[in-house]
Every structure is written in structure tokens, then in C-alpha cells.
């Protein structure tokens, strides 16, 4: 009887020994009690199923616990009050994913393309050898721009773009290039180059510089191998035999140089003629030679590779010449062809865009494509020509499938001489018409071989000039000093010996009414400061309000904050020889900026005769008078003065450019328009 005892007690130890306890509490529930003698718990067939073999548990009065096994949580989780919740969530997280993707890809679909920074924002062009003198000798350099750049952001100014400064003889200044890769030592070192670039995208910039790949100064290696016969640099010039007679040299040719008189010169250590379509000092690369070609684009390569955000390739038409070398038709056939001397007199059939040379300038496209494969670094080309008509300017565009320039710099704003509506009017539509379809414009109003905007036109036009191109469609470019009015210097004392058209726009920058304009501590300026520097300076003009800067700054500042100037659609709705009248609206915005600007003499404009819907009364965003900025007018009768100009903005759903009569008179570069309730901008319109 003690053995049987001894038996139930080891059978009941292991019962619960063969327990599994995990550390959690259990449900109370199934608590462990105390065994009842009585109770079939403690009967010995009940321990003897519990070792040898596991029974169905019965799972109707239990419910889940925090540590149950595996086998009883498979259990619950088939029943169909926690097997649909579950299924229901998962599916619910599908079909989540699912539309977040569709509505991403949808977006990315239908949003229109983004501006990049050559168009998001003005460019400000520097003449580096007149911003700003940094070591008193006169001179500006690359350090003194580097100091300026907090100014130069306060223009809201995004591209920042330097003509040449390369080592260079200054031949016609920007032209007689020495050496491609080296900085000319008026303007500072390479260090100082590299720290500028740092400095530049460090304020959220950008850098573009000029390059002129059409010639080399007499002075490069190039030209001295090449006139000597070395190697391949034998043909890396356009030689041709000519012959001297009693020390006059008769060329191949009546071709002429830019500058006048015959573009042969004879070279006494060769013994034949060289091209050059500028000075003499300025003979031609041979773009017909393959080695010339990789030259360039190493060169392009370098400056890439120092951080360079883009190019200006100028005086790109003269690359190629005819290699049959005939004589130039002349524009009076009666004229006696040996008193045909200066450049107008011939057509430049032969020397000016010759079959081939687009070719090149898309072979600069695609060295520059290679260093616009990481995000956010594409890189700008731009191209100058000069003389060229606009059918042949727009071709630098590129065909549909084959681009080249981002877009060739329009200058004729920036060569008026006289002001009406019906020129500006021309100028504007002339380039909007003939633009390809997708491509973007630009507006300049002065460069360095332009006489300055107060010089051509007068006081009153700097604000309505830079109202103009702010407001149209595309990218306004700035020629510094052109935001304070400045004007030419005049024509005297200047002791250069180029010649002195050239220079007259190139004064040193006025800065403050101290010596030299602020400019320069040195004793001297190597060209002289405008008269006026006392009054137009940007010292003064930053604490007027109605300076000519603060306006510059008030345009730039809308420029950059309203999709309808970045995005919308140009509609003229009206020119005369005074006025020039145009709207830019965008679809899904309920606002229109009207812009009246009056080139000419005192002006009456009715404008509710162009638009009929226009309210009675709307309201002035900004003037070239600040007086007038917030308060309202009457369109029934707007008067302007001359070079007076007006932004006037009001509130509208029928925009001009869906109405029959208006279609053929607006333009639009890269269609979008405006979802108010999404705040997105959307290319399905």
C-alpha cells in the first residue's frame, strides 16, 4: 500500500514537471489549483493520458493567453472573427501601396518638366576687369567679384556669368587668348579662380564663362609651332600662299576682316598668309583639323572639371570658312573691288556659317552632356553670334531631336538706339515667333560691346527697360551697372590703345561716392568712373525707394515668387509707337498681370477696348514711379508719361490666350497650369 502511494505521488510530480511554464502569467482560467482528491484531475488514468499521449484540448471555454504554444494559437487564428480582420487589414495596406504608387506615377506623369536653374532666375554678366578692384592696382579681379557676392545676391540673382579672363595679350580685350587654361595674372591666380567657384555655389549660385574657340592670340604656342612647321601644329591654322610685291602683300582672296581691310596677313617666318577674321593678332584655329577639335573639347573638359556650370561660346559663326576659297559677292556690284575695304561691303557667304559648323557646336553640346549626368549639376551652353538675322540665330536652338544651346543670347534689346512701342514690339515678337516650339527665351538690355542702356535711350528708360525684361517670358539677363542706371564714360584720357568704342561701356563699377566709386583703393583706375558716380551709385540707391535698384530688386523678387512670370502664357494685346501692351496668365490661377509700358511721348490708353472683362478698376502691383505701387487705376483712362511703366494685376477666369480673337498673339514656352487644391502645376491642361 506504501508502494502504491509512493506510485501516485511520483505519477503527480511528473504531471507537473511535464508542465510548461514560459515566465508569463496564465490565464486565470487555467490557474493551477490544488488538486481535489476526488476530482478526475487526480485519478491516475487521467496522469497516465497526460504522459503517454496528448489529448484534443477543448478550447470552448478558454480564451487566448500571452505565452499559449504554438499549436493553440493556430487554433485561434483560423477562427474567422481574427482570420477576417486580419485579411481585411492586409488588404487594406495592398490596396494602400497600390494607390500611393498609381498617384505618384501619375504626378510624375503629368507634371510638366522642371525649370532648371539657367531658367529659374536673371543672369548678372561681369566685365571682371571693371566690378571690383581687390589689391589697389587698379584692375578688377576675381577676388573683388568674390567680395561682392553678397550684393549680388540681394539682386536675386541665380547665374552668375564672367567674361573672359583669360591670359591674354587684351587685344580687343576679350579675344587675344595666350593660354586657354590659364587665369591673366591683372585678374588674379587659378587658387583665386577655384575659391571663387567654392564661393559661388556656397551662396547657392551658379557660374558660366565666355569662351571664344574661333582664334588664339599670335602669341599662343599653338600659333608659334604652327608657324614654324612643328608636327601637327602645321595645319592647326588656315595658311594659304599669297605673294609680295614691292613689300605689298596681294591675298588669296577679297575676304575682309571684321575691323576692316583685307583678314590675309603675311607671315614673315612661314612665308604664306594666315586667316583671321578680327585684328591680325587674332588668327583663325583650323576647325577642319581633327586635332584642333580635341583641343577645344580638353579644354572645355578642364574648365568643367573646375567646377564651371556653363559656357558662352562667342563668335561662333566664323568657325569655318569655304575651303574653295572664291572671292565674296559685293553688296554694290559697281563699286571698284579695290575700295572695298570695310566689312559691310560684302555678303559673308563664305566666311559666316558655313555647311559643318553646327556640327561643332553640337560636338561642345556633347562634351558638356558628359558632366550633366549627376543630379542637379546640368551644364548651361549659350551661344553669341553676331550680325546674324534671327532665322539663323534660332538654328543655334537645335533641331527637335538634336539639341544645341540651351539658347543663343538675344542682344537686340541691347542694341536700340532709339525707343517707340512698335521697335520694342518687334524685337519681342520677332524672337517669340521664330523660336522652336519647347525652347526657352532671354532678354539682355546691354553687354560689353554695347553702348550702355542710359547712353542709347536715356535716364528715364533704365526702370521701363528692366521692367521689359523682367515680365516677359524667359530668362532676363543683367550687364552690371545696368540695375543703378549707369551710363558710358566719355571718350577722353583713357590711355589704351584699342579702340576706344569699345571701352565706353566698360567703366570700373560704381559702388559709393568715395575715390574711384568705391571701386578700387589704388591710386589710379586703369579706365576712368563715370562723372555721375556721386548720385548713381549702389550705396545711395539701396536707401532710396525709388531708386532704380530698389525697383530692380522689387522685379526680380516677383520674378522669382509668380508662376505666371516663370510659367504663363505672353499675350500682346496692343503696340504703337508709344505704348506696348501684353499679359502673362496661367491656367488654374484666377489672376492675371497686366503690363502697359509707354516708350514714347505722354500717352491716353483706354484698356477696357482690348479687354473687355478687364475690371473697372485694378490695382498696381508696381510702377517705375513707386508712388504709384498699391493704389488702383481706372481702365477706362490711364495716362503714362514717357518711359513710364505699370504692372497692374486683377482677378479674372477668362484668360486671353483660350479666346479666338487673342490665339495668334500669345506664346507659351513650357506649357503647365496650376492645381489650386493640390498646389501642384500639372502639363495636362
Known amino acids: 500500500m506504501a508502494e502504491g502511494k509512493g506510485k501516485r505521488d ?36 487521467h496522469n497516465a493520458v497526460d504522459i503517454f499521449g496528448p489529448a484534443e484540448p477543448d478550447l470552448k471555454d478558454i480564451r487566448p493567453y500571452a505565452g499559449m504554444p504554438k499549436e493553440v494559437l493556430f487554433r485561434f487564428s483560423g477562427q474567422a472573427r481574427y482570420r477576417v480582420p486580419r485579411e481585411v487589414l492586409f488588404w487594406l495596406t495592398v490596396a494602400s501601396v497600390l494607390v500611393l504608387i498609381a498617384a505618384t506615377i501619375s504626378i510624375i506623369a503629368i507634371s510638366p518638366k522642371c525649370l532648371d536653374w539657367w531658367q529659374a532666375g536673371p543672369m548678372y554678366r561681369i566685365y571682371p576687369r571693371s566690378f571690383k578692384d581687390s589689391d589697389k592696382d587698379g584692375n578688377g579681379d576675381l577676388k573683388g567679384i568674390q567680395d561682392k557676392l553678397d550684393y549680388i545676391t540681394t539682386l536675386n540673382i541665380k547665374t552668375v556669368w564672367i567674361t573672359s579672363f583669360y591670359k591674354s595679350s587684351l587685344k580687343d580685350f576679350r579675344h587675344g587668348v595666350e593660354d586657354f587654361r590659364e587665369i591673366d595674372p591683372i585678374f588674379g591666380t587659378m587658387k583665386n579662380f577655384e575659391n571663387l567657384v567654392a564661393a559661388i555655389h556656397d551662396k547657392g549660385l551658379k557660374l558660366i564663362i565666355d569662351f571664344i574657340p574661333n582664334h ?64 591680325k593678332e587674332q588668327p583663325d584655329l583650323n576647325f577642319r583639323n581633327p586635332d584642333v577639335q580635341e583641343e577645344i573639347k580638353e579644354i572645355i573638359q578642364f574648365w568643367l572639371s573646375k567646377g564651371v556650370d556653363g559656357f558662352s561660346f562667342d563668335a561662333v559663326q566664323f568657325l569655318l570658312e569655304a575651303k574653295h576659297l572664291r572671292d565674296e559677292a559685293q553688296v ?19 566666311t559666316t556659317t558655313q555647311v559643318g559648323m553646327h556640327d561643332i557646336v553640337r560636338s561642345f553640346r556633347q562634351t558638356m552632356d558628359q558632366y550633366s549626368r549627376e543630379p542637379g549639376r546640368y551644364r548651361f551652353m549659350g551661344t553669341e553670334t553676331h550680325g546674324e538675322n534671327i ?3 534660332m538654328m543655334y536652338y537645335g533641331l527637335p531631336f538634336i539639341q544645341e544651346a540651351d539658347f543663343p543670347f538675344n542682344s ?44 542709347r535711350l536715356g535716364e528715364q528708360y533704365v526702370n521701363i527697360m528692366n521692367m521689359l525684361v523682367f515680365t516677359l517670358p524667359g530668362t532676363p539677363i543683367t ?74 530688386q522689387e522685379l526680380s523678387l516677383l520674378h522669382a515668387n509668380e508662376p505666371l512670370f516663370s510659367r504663363g502664357w505672353f499675350c500682346y494685346l496692343r503696340n504703337d509707337n508709344h505704348s506696348v501692351v501684353y499679359t502673362r496668365e496661367l491656367d488654374g490661377i484666377d489672376r492675371v498681370f497686366l503690363m502697359v509700358l ?6 491716353l490708353l483706354n484698356l ?67 492645381s489650386s487644391v493640390l498646389n501642384i502645376l500639372y502639363s495636362l491642361c
Open 10 to 45: 511520483s505519477i503527480g510530480m511528473s504531471m507537473k514537471g511535464g508542465r510548461t511554464n514560459n515566465g508569463f502569467v496564465q490565464n486565470e482560467d487555467i490557474l493551477e489549483r490544488d488538486p481535489d482528491p476526488g476530482s478526475p484531475e487526480d485519478s491516475p488514468q
Open 216 to 279: 588664339t592670340s599670335d602669341k599662343h604656342a599653338w600659333f608659334q609651332w604652327s608657324r614654324n612647321q612643328t608636327g601637327k601644329y602645321t595645319d592647326y591654322y588656315i595658311w594659304h600662299d599669297c605673294t609680295r610685291e614691292n613689300g605689298k602683300t596681294i591675298p588669296p582672296n577679297n575676304w575682309l576682316s571684321v575691323y576692316g581691310n583685307s583678314s590675309w596677313h603675311f607671315d614673315e617666318v612661314r612665308n604664306q598668309c594666315y586667316f583671321h577674321q578680327f585684328m
Open 332 to 350: 554694290n556690284k559697281t563699286q571698284i573691288p579695290d575700295t572695298v575695304t570695310h566689312y559691310s561691303e560684302l555678303y559673308h557667304d563664305f
Open 391 to 393: 532665322a539663323k540665330t
Open 412 to 455: 537686340y534689346l541691347g542694341k536700340l538706339d532709339t525707343s517707340s512701342g512698335n521697335i520694342v514690339f518687334e524685337v519681342i515678337t520677332s524672337w517669340m515667333e521664330n523660336m522652336p516650339e519647347g525652347k526657352w527665351p532671354n532678354w539682355m538690355t546691354g553687354g560689353p560691346d554695347n553702348d550702355r542702356l542710359t547712353s
Open 479 to 552: 550687364y552690371y551697372g545696368e540695375e543703378i542706371g549707369m551710363r558710358n564714360i566719355l571718350a577722353t584720357n583713357l590711355n589704351e590703345t584699342y579702340d576706344v568704342d569699345t571701352l565706353l561701356s566698360k567703366s570700373p563699377m560704381q559702388w559709393d561716392n568715395s575715390s574711384n566709386a568705391g571701386f578700387s583703393e589704388g591710386n589710379h583706375t586703369w579706365l576712368p568712373t563715370s562723372s555721375d558716380y556721386h548720385t548713381v551709385n549702389v550705396d545711395v540707391q539701396k536707401t532710396q525707394p525709388r531708386s532704380a535698384l530698389k525697383l530692380y
Open 598 to 603: 509707354n516708350f514714347g511721348e505722354l500717352s
Open 608 to 674: 477696357k477696348e482690348m479687354i473687355s472683362n478687364i475690371p473697372t478698376r485694378v490695382r498696381i502691383r508696381l510702377s517705375t514711379n513707386s508712388a504709384y505701387k498699391g493704389h488702383e487705376v481706372d481702365t477706362h483712362a490711364i495716362t503714362l508719361d514717357k518711359g513710364e511703366g505699370l504692372i497692374l494685376e486683377y482677378n479674372t477666369r477668362n484668360l486671353l490666350h483660350h479666346q479666338t480673337a487673342f490665339q495668334d498673339r500669345c506664346f507659351v514656352s513650357n506649357r503647365a497650369c496650376y
